[in-house]
């Protein structure tokens, strides 16, 4: 069965650094991965996919990278802002259809 | 592009009433559509799965009399929630999957219905 985790689970750290967030999964045979960011109360906004081919993509601040082999994902934030502030998830895709979701990082960047 | 709706964002219902919540994909046609149920501060759980004119396909441990989904066209699936407890209170999202919304099979979320039963 497909276990993802993310670590930590909690981050607060002041405007201007740059993030690791981490990502592990149990089974290595996915499709593909990727991040979103969820807002309080909102729905989710897809960040980056990243093919099981592939090994990193980026967009704009951000920058994800995956190791099938290791089982892990990591996005890096640069320039960390207040904007920010918000629960990053990652999911891995398998069988096509199914995105099983990791626990989540909630992060705030405070000024 | 590949924009979903849901509505209503929020319904307040009492115990025992039913709830229909509907998805909307609103600029692309959604083969598939899927159903998610997210606890507070807790990730998101798929509960089915539905494509277009068949029957959805449950994870395990939903219970398809009590969720109800209806995948009539290709813009719109419904989500019914059958004789609503306090238990059922959560956060529902759809997402959808089209041809054209987009490569790789992306999923694309709509904004979240917040249920709470009294």
């Known amino acids: 069965k497909q276990e993802v985790t993310q670590i930590p689970a909690a981050l607060s750290v002041p405007e201007g650094e740059n993030l690791v967030l981490n990502c592990s999964f149990t089974d290595s045979a996915i499709y593909n991965l990727q991040w979103f960011r969820q807002d309080p109360g909102k729905g989710l906004t897809s960040l980056l996919l990243i093919q099981s081919s592939q090994r990193e993509q980026t967009s704009g601040r951000l920058n994800a990278s995956l190791d099938k082999s290791s089982g892990r994902s990591t996005l890096y934030i640069a320039a960390s802002q207040p904007g920010d502030s918000a629960t990053y998830l990652c999911?891995?895709?398998?069988?096509?259809?199914?995105?099983?979701f990791g626990t989540g990082t909630r992060l705030q960047v405070f000024p | 592009g590949a924009v979903v709706s849901q509505h209503p964002s929020r319904v307040i219902c009492k115990s025992g009433t039913s709830v229909k919540i509907e998805c909307r994909s609103l600029?692309?046609?959604?083969?598939?559509m899927f159903w998610y149920r997210q606890f507070p501060k807790k990730s998101l759980m798929l509960m089915a799965t539905s494509n277009e004119g068949s029957k959805a396909t449950y994870e395990q441990g939903v219970e398809k009399d009590k969720f109800l989904i209806n995948h009539a066209s290709l813009t719109l699936s419904t989500l019914t929630v059958t004789s609503a407890h306090p238990e059922d209170s959560s956060f529902y999202i759809c997402?959808?999957?089209?041809?054209?919304?987009?490569?790789?099979?992306?999923?694309?979320f709509g904004p979240g219905t917040r249920l709470t039963v009294l």
């Open positions: 999911a891995v895709i398998v069988n096509t259809d199914k995105l099983i």
């Open positions: 997402s959808a999957r089209g041809y054209l919304a987009g490569p790789y099979n992306e999923q694309f």
């Open positions: 600029d692309f046609q959604a083969t598939t």
